[in-house]
T-cell receptor
């Protein structure tokens, strides 16, 4: 069945450091891929998405490219801020629109 | 535009008691989802509604969980009786065909069963 694997956290970075959170997936067909973010005490917010191979999703300085050949959708940001501290979830949805999430990666950015 | 609304935000009950969660989706969103999020895990789908019809409830533990979406708008998720292992966050999400079926989540209800 469909599944998502993302790197375990916590990821601890200093402000202005470069961020990469790895995400790989297993799916039949051509899923859509998502990154959601969960700030402390809040619900999940859609950060970015890509619906087909080679698409790049971007938002708030974050980027991720849908790589079909490596079945990956790694999240990157060139310069993180303290306010980026949150849990990041990689997810996919297939033909039934059911979202399959990874286990989440906690990012802690220190000033 | 208002987001997905859920209530209550927090609930503490004793085991074997019933509990209910309420969700109001984004206006015009015909698809509604209930997810369960255990601590340190990603959300897992419990049930999906298209309008008032439950089209995927394969992951809903039907011995104690029930859900309804009367009139195809608001939805209620109920647990009766609650068990210690039901302590988790219950998330509601909604989507629309016009929005490319991207799911938007509410803040969740954090349940603690003692």
């Amino acid at each position: 069945g469909n599944s998502v694997t993302q790197m375990e956290g916590p990821v601890t970075l200093s402000e202005e450091a470069f961020l990469t959170i790895n995400c790989t997936y297993t799916a039949t067909g051509y899923p859509s891929l998502f990154w959601y973010v969960q700030y402390p005490g809040e619900g999940l917010q859609l950060l970015l998405k890509a619906t087909k191979a080679d698409d790049k999703g971007s938002n708030k300085g974050f980027e991720a490219t849908y790589r079909k050949e490596t079945t990956s959708f790694h999240l990157e940001k060139g310069s993180v801020q303290v306010s980026d501290s949150a849990v990041y979830f990689c997810a996919l949805s297939g033909a039934t629109n059911k979202l399959i999430f990874g286990t989440g990666t906690l990012l802690a950015v220190q000033p | 535009e208002a987001g997905v609304v859920q209530s209550p935000r927090y609930k503490i009950i004793e085991k074997k008691q019933p509990v209910a969660f309420w969700c109001n989706p984004i206006s015009g969103h015909n698809t509604l989802y209930w997810y369960l999020q255990n601590l340190g895990q990603g959300p897992e789908l419990l049930i999906r509604y298209e309008n008032e019809e439950a089209v995927d409830d394969s992951q809903l533990p039907k011995d104690r969980f029930s859900a309804e979406r009367l009139k195809g708008v608001d939805s209620t998720l109920k647990i009766q009786p609650a068990e210690l292992g039901d302590s988790a966050v219950y998330l509601c999400a909604s989507s629309s065909r016009e929005g490319g079926e991207t799911q938007y989540f509410g803040p969740g209800t954090r349940l603690l069963v003692l």
